[in-house]
């Protein structure tokens, strides 16, 4: 079982930054996919971005350009560097683990952006 701890967040005007954290303890299997998705007030849980332990990633086309997924595999946590945020990126972000047959979320982390 892995758990996942996240941190960062919060609120940012338009064109602002925010730097969200999640760390992973448990039994963490060495090859997996560590990601973040995001979910809005009356929508579906979307992917935002994953990347592999070897370093692979995924943006969905939205973040792409704005938002940096990164992992430190020494420390087992994935980063999420979010710039020119816009306010159609409010949401609850929640971190992801995948690895053999475990399957892990964080316990969400709200993000707000004022226009």
């Known amino acids: 079982q892995v758990q996942l701890v996240q941190s960062g967040g919060g609120l940012v005007q338009a064109g602002g930054s925010l730097r969200l954290s999640c760390a992973a303890t448990?039994?963490?299997?060495?090859?997996?996919?560590m990601g973040w998705y995001r979910q809005a007030p009356g929508k579906q849980r979307d992917l935002v971005a994953t990347?592999?332990?070897?370093?692979?990633?995924v943006y969905t086309d939205s973040v792409k350009g704005r938002f940096t997924i990164s992992r430190d595999n020494a420390k087992h946590t994935v980063y999420l560097q979010m710039n020119s945020l816009k306010p159609g990126d409010t949401a609850v972000y929640y971190c992801?683990?995948?690895?053999?047959?475990?399957?892990?979320w964080g316990q969400g982390t709200q993000v707000t952006v004022s226009s």
């Open positions: 992801n683990y995948k690895g053999l047959s475990s399957d892990s």
């Open positions: 448990g039994l963490i299997f060495s090859i997996n996919t």
């Open positions: 990347i592999t332990s070897g370093g692979s990633t």
